[in-house]
């Protein structure tokens, strides 16, 4: 996603962190793509023995893991928001602390 810096009337400065549209189907395609990829790769031999002795599928599920997980913005919200209950400082913001406090999203995205 795309973060931006906007100003929240009652807050101040927020950063705005905008997925677009389609981007978890636009991976899962390229998940697919990368798998048959790996699957290609690992079957190559030469004389008998495998050309590449990675385990590159499993790379790449562990890769489009880890894509995934940042794909997924409602449980960076709830990281956010448990690390400001134990470190923001009390200024202001929801319920009196300043910190990093998750809005929910205004538009009609299909993240987290």
Do not use: C, H
Not at 33 to 50: I, K, N, T, Y
Not at 94 to 108: N, S, Y
């Amino acid at each position: 996603g795309q973060v931006y810096r906007a100003t929240l009337p009652g807050y101040g400065e927020v950063a705005v962190k905008i997925q677009r549209p389609g981007v978890r189907e636009t991976v899962a395609r390229d998940e697919g793509l990368l798998r048959s990829v790996a699957g290609a790769l690992e079957a190559l031999q030469v004389r008998g023995e495998r050309l590449i002795r990675t385990d590159l599928v499993l790379a790449v599920e562990e890769f489009m893991g880890r894509i995934l997980e940042e794909l997924d913005y409602g449980k960076e919200a709830a990281n956010a928001r448990q690390f400001a209950e134990m470190y923001a400082t009390p200024v202001g913001g929801p319920e009196g602390r300043r910190g990093p406090w998750p809005f929910r999203r205004a538009g009609r995205g299909t993240g987290g």
